[in-house]
């Protein structure tokens, strides 16, 4: 009967789910525990539901009721409040310190030191419930003495206890250093890299979440997880059937990459640029995105773990990505990956500008359709290219499609080669690259200006009058005005 009408009150106003809840309140004191029970599975399910019975049950003073005899009640009936308390907590921080503030921190470190492991999953859910919202939190859940608990929870045989544990040491990490050095040092991070090679996919992608988590904030941090000797077994993730385990794979070896040189080039060394770029090129969408950050986290250190991406063949799959994928953010970071590549040495820049890949970010800049975002990190990938790209046949193109704000890049490298390459400027008039240059509008002083003066000064007076606009016409006026002599 309490179930029903419970349940007929999901849907109603809010002073009629606080009476509801009122009159479920006494229930849970009830001599019979099937009863305790199925009440307090009542409000877990209209809490689940609603945020607002949630906030109703907090007004109510239920929660107090619901854990003041929870050590001695029987393991269905903890499991049943546990799941009140993350069905509550899940919903905003405010609720979830409601949870903290009532005491139940503590009820749960006796639930997750129990026999049963459904008891102990159950609590340890809440705890990811509520660590998960902000740092405060999770400091309430470590100040509580859940982490060791939880280590022991994922040495547990129980796939699902190992799952929801290892998923909760993730949202307790996350928030800080300071809280994920409270999780290395329980000892978690062993633990959690001998399970990378699970046949449970589902436990491996929260595995892999909490290593990243952990590698995320610290050089130091970064390296105890590498030294727990993740590197090669790692890298089989990203060839895994399941698409969220590739993905947390390549995130792991993105926050370990971003940190250092010698991080990322480790990571060269264990052959996991190869990896990454195998798995950029098998899979779409989302999956990608961290693969081709770590490469551009890779690429950007030096010029030699640029070039390792290079000689891995990685230049192709990233330019790729801008044409093959649909979201801006994807497109964003593979321009930007892209631009860490080529910034370094006119050699890098060559091996990007001869993939084609300039006329590609062209297109993207100037199409009206792309995002502010993905606009900003094309122009900046262009410019870190162009500004060290000496390869002039890969940078023609662009002078007939380039707006101003490109094009001053593109004449500057032009500017800097035709002085001293004679073959070159012969090309560029064949090419009909002076003539283009004769027809840019640029401001008089303007930088753009001393790049075309310098051009202009390569070659003959009148070589560059013969390009400029309008000489045909001073051409045919002479025709028109010369008298023969007869």
Same mark, same amino acid.
């Given at each position: 009967?309490?179930? +029903?009408?419970?349940?007929?009150?999901?849907? &109603?106003?809010?002073?009629?789910?606080?009476?509801?809840?009122c /009159?479920?309140?006494?229930?849970?004191?009830?001599?019979?525990?099937?009863?305790?029970?199925?009440?307090?599975?009542?409000?877990? +399910?209209?809490?689940?539901?609603?945020?607002e !019975?949630?906030e109703?049950?907090?007004?109510?003073g239920?929660?107090?009721?619901?854990i003041?005899?929870?050590? =001695? #009640?029987?393991?269905?009936?903890?499991?049943?409040?546990?799941?009140?308390?993350?069905?509550?907590?899940?919903?905003?921080?405010?609720?979830?310190?409601?949870v903290?503030?009532?005491?139940?921190?503590?009820?749960l470190?006796?639930?997750?030191?129990?026999?049963?492991?459904?008891?102990? =999953?159950?609590?340890?859910?809440?705890?990811?419930?509520?660590a +998960?919202?902000?740092?405060?939190?999770?400091q309430?859940?470590?100040?509580?003495?859940a982490?060791p608990?939880?280590?022991l929870?994922?040495?547990?045989?129980?796939?699902?206890?190992?799952?929801?544990?290892a998923?909760?040491?993730?949202?307790i990490?996350k928030h800080?250093?300071?809280?994920?050095q409270?999780?290395?040092?329980a000892?978690?991070?062993?633990?959690?890299?001998? !399970?990378?090679?699970?046949p449970?996919?589902?436990?491996?992608r929260?595995?892999?979440?909490?290593?990243s988590?952990?590698?995320?904030?610290?050089?130091? /941090?970064?390296?105890l997880?590498?030294?727990?000797?993740?590197?090669?077994?790692v890298?089989?993730?990203?060839?895994d059937?399941?698409?969220?385990? %590739?993905?947390n794979?390549?995130?792991?070896?993105?926050?370990? @990459?971003?940190?250092?040189?010698?991080?990322?080039?480790?990571?060269?060394?264990?052959?996991?640029?190869?990896? /990454?770029?195998?798995?950029?090129?098998s899979?779409?969408?989302?999956?990608?995105?961290?693969?081709?950050?770590?490469?551009?986290?890779?690429?950007?250190?030096? =010029?030699?773990?640029? !070039?390792a991406?290079?000689?891995?063949? &990685?230049?192709?799959? /990233?330019?790729?990505?801008?044409? #093959?994928?649909h979201?801006?953010?994807i497109?964003?970071?593979?321009?930007? @990956?892209?631009?860490?590549?080529?910034?370094h040495t006119?050699?890098?820049?060559?091996?990007? @500008?001869?993939?084609?890949?300039?006329?590609?970010?062209?297109?993207?800049?100037?199409?009206?359709?792309?995002?502010?975002?993905?606009?900003? %990190?094309?122009? %900046?990938?262009?410019k870190n290219?162009?500004? %060290?790209?000496?390869?002039?046949?890969?940078?023609?193109?662009?002078?007939?499609?380039?707006?101003?704000?490109?094009?001053?890049?593109?004449?500057?490298?032009?500017?800097?080669?035709?002085?001293?390459d004679?073959?070159?400027?012969?090309?560029?008039v064949t090419?009909?690259?002076?003539?283009?240059?004769?027809?840019?509008?640029?401001?008089?002083?303007?930088?753009?200006? =001393?790049y075309?003066?310098t051009?202009?000064?390569?070659?003959? #007076?009148?070589?560059?009058?013969?390009?400029?606009?309008?000489?045909?016409?001073?051409?045919?006026?002479?025709?028109?005005?010369?008298?023969p002599?007869?």
């Amino acid at each position: 009967m309490s179930l +029903r009408l419970a349940y007929s009150a999901v849907s &109603g106003r809010g002073c009629v789910k606080i009476s509801v809840v009122c /009159l479920l309140r006494p229930l849970l004191l009830d001599v019979i525990p099937s009863v305790r029970q199925t009440v307090a599975l009542a409000l877990g +399910r209209l809490a689940d539901h609603d945020v607002e !019975m949630a906030e109703a049950v907090v007004k109510a003073g239920i929660l107090p009721q619901l854990i003041c005899l929870l050590p =001695e #009640e029987n393991r269905y009936y903890k499991k049943t409040a546990a799941f009140v308390l993350r069905a509550i907590a899940k919903h905003s921080p405010q609720l979830a310190q409601a949870v903290v503030q009532c005491g139940a921190l503590e009820m749960l470190v006796v639930c997750l030191e129990d026999f049963d492991p459904g008891v102990k =999953e159950g609590a340890s859910w809440t705890f990811g419930y509520i660590a +998960r919202h902000n740092a405060e939190l999770s400091q309430a859940v470590v100040d509580a003495g859940a982490v060791p608990l939880l280590v022991l929870c994922i040495q547990e045989p129980e796939i699902a206890l190992k799952r929801i544990a290892a998923s909760t040491l993730s949202d307790i990490s996350k928030h800080s250093p300071e809280l994920a050095q409270t999780v290395v040092d329980a000892g978690a991070i062993a633990h959690l890299a001998q !399970m990378i090679t699970n046949p449970d996919a589902k436990l491996k992608r929260q595995v892999l979440s909490a290593l990243s988590q952990i590698a995320k904030h610290s050089v130091d /941090l970064a390296e105890l997880v590498v030294e727990a000797e993740i590197f090669p077994v790692v890298l089989t993730c990203l060839k895994d059937s399941d698409e969220y385990v %590739k993905k947390n794979g390549a995130t792991l070896i993105r926050e370990i @990459a971003k940190h250092t040189p010698e991080l990322s080039q480790f990571i060269v060394n264990s052959g996991g640029v190869a990896a /990454l770029i195998d798995c950029i090129g098998s899979c779409r969408g989302t999956v990608r995105l961290p693969g081709i950050m770590t490469l551009g986290y890779v690429a950007a250190h030096s =010029e030699n773990l640029s !070039m390792a991406v290079i000689v891995s063949k &990685g230049i192709s799959p /990233l330019s790729a990505c801008l044409i #093959e994928e649909h979201e801006d953010h994807i497109k964003a970071a593979a321009a930007w @990956a892209l631009g860490q590549i080529g910034r370094h040495t006119a050699e890098h820049a060559r091996h990007v @500008a001869t993939a084609n890949v300039l006329p590609t970010l062209l297109d993207i800049f100037v199409d009206t359709r792309s995002s502010e975002d993905l606009k900003m %990190k094309t122009k %900046k990938a262009l410019k870190n290219i162009l500004q %060290k790209c000496t390869y002039l046949p890969a940078l023609e193109p662009l002078l007939h499609d380039a707006p101003p704000n490109i094009m001053k890049h593109v004449i500057g490298q032009f500017s800097k080669v035709l002085p001293h390459d004679s073959k070159a400027r012969r090309l560029f008039v064949t090419t009909g690259g002076l003539k283009k240059v004769q027809e840019i509008k640029a401001e008089p002083g303007s930088l753009l200006q =001393e790049y075309i003066n310098t051009i202009n000064n390569c070659y003959p #007076e009148e070589i560059v009058r013969y390009y400029s606009p309008g000489y045909s016409e001073i051409l045919l006026e002479r025709v028109e005005n010369y008298q023969p002599v007869l």
